[in-house]
């Protein structure tokens, strides 16, 4: 079975400071994607980034990147210089074929 | 481009009722793809729709059904309704119905059963 794991309930950030949020998956496929979606208070889900699992290159958006690592099964969200709208849930999901797979959240809260 | 639209936004029903929820994908794209999410479950898949044809279907009872039309909206339907189906449903679009394309979401409808 294909799982979604995030460990990390809630996390906070000091403004311009640096947060990593971990997921994990467990799979048998070999072709997936990997995506991370924002959803502010406002609930509008938003994508943040993707990455295709043949790539080995970290895939990165702005002050948003991940660290892939495909035999570990772990893609983690690194947010660079953190902004007050940056404050929201973050879903990590995985796709492969018809199916969509996403985890339980991380609620980030950014300090001013 | 317009992003993927739902109505209604918010909905309050009774037990045993049944609703109809409806979403306009983004225009051009042909998949359309539903999910509940609550605070208990987060976000479960209900059914993926591509060309007016249901491609694959989450772990949910009968009473949940969709349909796709030519222009690519979508409905979804649940019959019988129980307090447990008080949830965010969220729909999402995307351009291919293979799973390497990502997908939209609109705002969702928060439905009530009381």
Redesign the interface.
């Known amino acids: 079975a294909q799982t979604v794991t995030q460990s990390q309930p809630e996390m906070s950030v000091q403004e311009a400071e640096t947060v990593t949020l971990s997921c994990t998956y467990d799979t048998s496929e070999s072709d ?2 990997l ?1 991370w ?1 924002k959803q502010p208070p ?6 943040v980034i ?1 990455q ?1 699992a043949y790539k080995q290159q970290n895939a990165t958006e702005n002050r948003f990147s991940v660290n892939f690592q495909k035999a570990a099964k772990s893609f983690s969200l690194k947010i660079s210089d953190s902004q007050l709208g940056d404050a929201a849930m973050y ?1 990590c999901a995985y ?11 991380t609620s980030l809260t950014v300090i001013p | 481009k317009a992003g993927v639209t739902q109505t209604p936004r918010y909905l309050i029903k009774t037990r045993g009722q049944q609703v109809t929820l409806s979403c306009s994908p983004i225009s051009g794209h042909r998949s359309v ?1 539903w ?1 509940q999410q609550t605070p208990g479950q ?4 209900l059914f ?1 729709y591509f060309s007016e044809t249901q ?2 279907k989450g772990n949910f009872p009968g009473r949940f059904s969709g349909r796709q039309f030519s222009n690519s909206r979508s409905e979804m339907n649940v019959s019988t309704l129980e307090l447990g189906d008080s949830a ?1 449903y ?1 729909c ?1 679009s995307s351009a291919l ?4 394309d ?7 409808t928060r439905l009530t059963v009381l």
């Open positions: 997936y994607y995506f979606y406002s609930r509008q889900m938003i994508l993707r295709e879903f796709r492969t074929g018809n199916q969509f797979y996403f985890g339980t959240g | 793809s999910y987060g976000l479960q898949f993926e491609r694959n965010l969220l999402a119905q293979a799973g390497t990502t997908q939209y979401f609109g705002p969702g």
